[in-house]
């Protein structure tokens, strides 16, 4: 068996790890055109706020490809595959076989059409080399494009490193799609207080300065600044998988079955690139996150090594506490009427709690929980996950869900009644680390 990995993070080396759980012999050749192996894109913000170092980024230790006997091709772009002939063709010239390949490209930050983009010291920052070029810039103002969690964690990186720093989004709150706009008020108020501008509701129309960047202009002012981050969303990297005739999905992402196979035979996809079923929504969608590109990479490996394994499904989860010093996560659906299009049928109920400090909301779709908010305070929160991803019934639970002591104990009767949706290694780690 000849293994092809095309990307070089979370999901491709899930997808080693996994095929090299059953298979120890077969050749694995992993092909990654970002030039630093290994590093996790999740704490690049830490990185432009110089609080890890370069080293600290890795998330497995520098001889993993030795370790794993892979042959990583480190720099090296994939330009195309050809399905037919079971073979991947490099920049550099060279045909690679294989007998199963998995597509682990992940996203592409989006670049706005927005006059004056090209200026320098305008950058994304979804690559290693953009982490250099952001912590390369020089100046004492900076502008970010887009209040994702992207958006908001560059700005506190900027901030952290002593810039002015001003945020802007074009819709009428920060976070809005994985908060509603009564959380994304908590944390607005939250930012601010670090000392950052947020302008929301305000578009950048276009950038001035004369070769460099030196001011954003809005619907309403012209903002001052050194330097530009862009963090307005990113899309499946579907470039290999179009050229190859891989089916993609609605939702622009490569369309894969429970196996994380793809359109055509052999060849599998994981991670950021693809379309996954959503438990919360109960369809397909894209939840670009680490943990969901870890799972599913692990799965695709699972499959490729030939132990026929079914991805559960992917849900939307976001934590934002770790950088604005304050506990915030959401997971799942986040405004109900996000879900609604999909069955007509379905009754939601949206169950609030709010206090001076904290604000909690469950969302329930025909009594299960499909979303929810935790500011303030977000222990326990795994406990709620877990619910959500099997889609337990929680109607005559709500109020100890919502209680401020959470307690595993207290919802043990739910878990049992409803242990039969859960596998029995589920089972036992809900048991054993009650979350
Ligand atoms: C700044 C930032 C902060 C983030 N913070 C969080 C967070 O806090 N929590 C969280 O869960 N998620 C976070 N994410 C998202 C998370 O990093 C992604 O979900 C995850 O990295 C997806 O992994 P992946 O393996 O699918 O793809 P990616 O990490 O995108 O990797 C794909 C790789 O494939 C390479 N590639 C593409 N095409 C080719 C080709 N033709 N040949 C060779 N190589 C190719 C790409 O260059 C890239 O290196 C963050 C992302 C960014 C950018």
């Known amino acids: 068996?000849?293994?092809?990995?095309?990307?070089?993070?979370?999901?491709?080396?899930?997808?080693?790890?996994?095929?090299?759980?059953?298979?120890?012999?077969?050749?694995?050749?992993?092909?990654?055109?970002?030039?630093?192996?290994?590093?996790?894109?999740?704490?690049?913000?830490?990185?432009?706020?110089?609080?890890?170092?370069?080293?600290?980024?890795?998330?497995?230790?520098?001889?993993?490809?030795?370790?794993?006997?892979?042959?990583?091709?480190?720099?090296?772009?994939?330009?195309?595959?050809s399905a037919d002939a079971k073979t991947v063709q490099t920049e550099t010239g060279e045909t690679f076989e294989f007998d199963k390949l998995l597509l682990a490209t992940g996203g592409k930050a989006i670049v706005p059409n927005i006059p004056g983009i090209d200026k320098e010291g305008i950058s994304t920052l979804k690559t290693m080399a953009d982490a250099d070029r952001v912590y390369n810039l020089k100046g004492k103002k900076a502008v970010v494009i887009g209040a994702g969690s992207i958006g908001v964690e560059s700005c506190i990186s900027l901030m952290r490193r002593g810039l002015k720093v001003t945020l802007i989004e074009q819709l009428s709150q920060v976070l809005p799609t994985v908060f509603d706009d009564e959380?994304?008020?908590?944390?607005?108020?939250?930012?601010?207080?670090?000392?950052?501008?947020?302008?929301?509701?305000?578009?950048?129309?276009?950038?001035t300065g004369n070769g460099r960047v030196q001011g954003v202009v809005t619907s309403t002012r012209e903002i001052e600044c050194d330097m530009v981050v862009l963090a307005v969303g990113v899309r499946p990297d579907i470039t290999l998988a179009k050229g190859a005739g891989i089916e993609i999905g609605s939702l622009g992402g490569?369309?894969?079955?429970?196996?994380?196979?793809?359109?055509?035979?052999?060849?599998?996809?994981?991670?950021?690139?693809?379309?996954?079923?959503?438990?919360?929504?109960?369809?397909?969608?894209?939840?670009?996150?680490?943990p969901m590109a870890v799972e599913q990479g692990q799965v695709a490996g699972l499959n490729m090594a030939g132990q026929t394994t079914e991805y559960g499904g992917s849900v939307r989860m976001n934590s934002i506490g770790n950088f604005i010093g304050f506990p915030a996560m959401s997971m799942g659906?986040?405004?109900?009427?996000?879900?609604?299009?999909?069955?007509?049928?379905?009754?939601?109920?949206?169950?609030?709690?709010?206090?001076?400090?904290?604000?909690?909301?469950?969302?329930?779709?025909?009594?299960?929980?499909?979303?929810?908010?935790?500011?303030?305070?977000?222990?326990?929160?795994?406990?709620?996950?877990?619910?959500?991803?099997?889609?337990?019934?929680?109607?005559?639970?709500?109020?100890?869900?919502?209680?401020?002591?959470?307690?595993?104990?207290?919802?043990?009767?739910?878990?049992?009644?409803?242990?039969?949706?859960?596998?029995?290694?589920?089972?036992?780690e809900l048991m054993d680390t009650g979350l």
């Open 1 to 81: 068996m000849r293994y092809i990995i095309i990307g070089g993070s979370a999901a491709a080396i899930s997808a080693v790890e996994a095929i090299r759980s059953i298979d120890k012999r077969s050749p694995i050749d992993l092909f990654s055109d970002e030039k630093t192996p290994l590093f996790s894109r999740v704490l690049l913000p830490y990185y432009v706020a110089e609080e890890l170092t370069k080293p600290l980024l890795n998330f497995r230790a520098l001889d993993f490809f030795e370790e794993n006997n892979i042959t990583a091709h480190i720099g090296v772009r994939v330009k195309e595959i």
């Open 254 to 290: 490569i369309k894969i079955d429970k196996q994380m196979l793809t359109s055509i035979p052999d060849i599998y996809a994981a991670g950021d690139v693809c379309e996954t079923f959503d438990v919360a929504r109960n369809t397909h969608f894209i939840n670009a996150i680490w």
């Open 333 to 428: 659906v986040t405004h109900p009427q996000e879900c609604t299009y999909v069955e007509e049928d379905c009754h939601f109920q949206e169950i609030k709690t709010r206090s001076k400090n904290t604000y909690k909301k469950i969302i329930l779709k025909n009594g299960c929980i499909v979303g929810a908010i935790f500011v303030g305070q977000t222990q326990k929160s795994g406990i709620i996950t877990a619910l959500l991803r099997k889609q337990v019934d929680v109607t005559d639970f709500i109020p100890v869900l919502l209680s401020r002591n959470l307690n595993f104990m207290d919802i043990l009767p739910l878990v049992r009644r409803n242990a039969d949706r859960f596998t029995e290694p589920e089972f036992k």
């Open 183 to 207: 959380a994304a008020s908590i944390i607005k108020a939250v930012v601010e207080e670090m000392g950052i501008e947020v302008l929301t509701g305000e578009r950048a129309t276009r950038f």
